[in-house]
Nanobody, 121 residues
Framework: QVQLVESGGGLVQAGGSLRLSCAAS????????MDWSRQAPGNQRELVAS???????NYADSVKGRFTIFRDNAQNTVYLQMNSLKPEDTAVYYC???????????????WGKGTAVTVSS
């Protein structure tokens, strides 16, 4: 099996910064795309940022220029650096990875349990 564990959430004032981490562990042969999504109360989950195994990134318009996604392939970890935070960034942030497990030749999607980010005005 594969587990994703997020960390780094918390309470921050508007304009501040946080760095989220998501470490994948278990029977991993290769991790393809990794991404962060978020869900605020009463809202649908939205994709925030994604990164391929080769390092290509995509961002939601709402976070472009403020958030940076990067990964450490050797550590099977993806990060989300969040700067210039706004109250509307308040949400639970979830990590996702498309993982090829050892002994298989196909990918499986895994999600973490989420980490809460609260931005006060």
């Amino acid at each position: 099996q594969v587990q994703l564990v997020e960390s780094g959430g918390g309470l921050v004032q508007a304009g501040g910064s946080l760095r989220l981490s998501c470490a994948a562990s278990g029977n991993i042969f290769r991790i393809n795309t990794m991404d962060w999504s978020r869900q605020a109360p009463g809202n649908q989950r939205e994709l925030v940022a994604s990164i391929t195994s080769g390092g290509s990134t995509n961002y939601a318009d709402s976070v472009k220029g403020r958030f940076t996604i990067f990964r450490d392939n050797a550590q099977n970890t993806v990060y989300l650096q969040m700067n210039s935070l706004k109250p509307e960034d308040t949400a639970v942030y979830y990590c996702h990875a498309h993982v090829v497990r050892g002994g298989t030749n196909y990918g499986t999607d895994y999600w973490g349990k989420g980490t809460a980010v609260t931005v006060s005005s």
